[in-house]
């Protein structure tokens, strides 16, 4: 089972809303990832967690905060997103550092910030 | 960040035709990845190539691992409808080098019934 699912698939907010992405793998994988990708573009990283510890964060603004509960679930927390934020948010998951790169990527929820 | 030249960005071929598209990098990559994406969903995993040289298929798809190590190549025999998508390739430098995937910018399959 290669399955990473996230939710809700389709979300609409306003720019003093608050509410969370959620996403989660029951792979047994020890990384996992949330991208950000725009209309006809390829996915563009924004977190990385290794082991639950949040070991890379791409210069992300501290509207998103990300958070990894456990090993399977990987949380997007968003507060204050400007207009330019919509756009499809990915979750992926791999099985963890130097042991497996390919990433397999959940469908994505489509946020439209209003 | 870094982006690896896919080519060619789109392509309009007829039901049945033979398909190619590659990508370039300026740097070595150990792992090559080729993933599929249909409109509103993500990128599904099709092949992954682990040593240079190699040459995989699954079902119509056919990818290598370029010699030099800083290419790739996805072939798709007898294109049908559902082939239609966004084609993208991801390479990864190997060990001590992070979990950090490097994309190229996307081959968009459009197929004429």
């Known amino acids: 089972d290669t399955e990473v699912t996230q939710t809700p698939k389709h979300l609409v907010m306003g720019m003093t809303n608050k509410k969370s992405l959620k996403c989660e793998q029951h792979?047994?994988?020890?990384?996992m990832y949330w991208y950000k990708q725009k209309a006809k573009k390829p996915p563009e990283l924004m977190f990385v967690?290794?082991?639950?510890?949040?070991?890379i964060n791409e210069s992300v603004p501290s509207r998103f905060s990300p958070e990894c509960p456990n090993s399977s679930l990987l949380n997007l927390h968003l507060h204050a997103l400007q207009p330019e934020d919509s756009a499809l948010y990915l979750c992926?998951?791999?099985?963890?550092?130097?042991?497996?790169?390919?990433?397999?990527f959940g469908p994505g929820t489509r946020l439209t910030v209003t | 960040g870094q982006q690896l030249n896919q080519s060619p960005q789109s392509m309009f071929i007829q039901e049945g035709e033979d398909v190619s598209m590659n990508c370039t990098s300026s740097s070595i990559f150990n792992t090559w990845l080729w993933y599929k994406q249909d409109p509103g969903e993500g990128p599904v995993l099709l092949i992954a190539?682990?040593?240079?040289?190699e040459l995989t298929s699954n079902g119509r798809l056919t990818a290598q691992f370029g010699i030099t190590r800083k290419d790739s190549f996805l072939n798709i025999s007898a294109s049908i409808p559902s082939d239609v998508g966004i084609y993208f390739c991801?390479?990864?430098?190997?060990?001590?080098?992070?979990?950090?995937?490097?994309f190229g910018g996307g081959t968009r399959l459009m197929v004429k019934p």
């Open positions: 992926a998951s791999s099985q963890g550092p130097a042991s497996g790169y390919e990433q397999y």
């Open positions: 991801a390479g990864h430098p190997g060990r001590n080098a992070g979990n950090m995937l490097t």
């Open positions: 967690y290794s082991y639950e510890k949040l070991s």
């Open positions: 190539l682990y040593k240079a040289g």
């Open positions: 792979m047994g994988h020890r990384a």
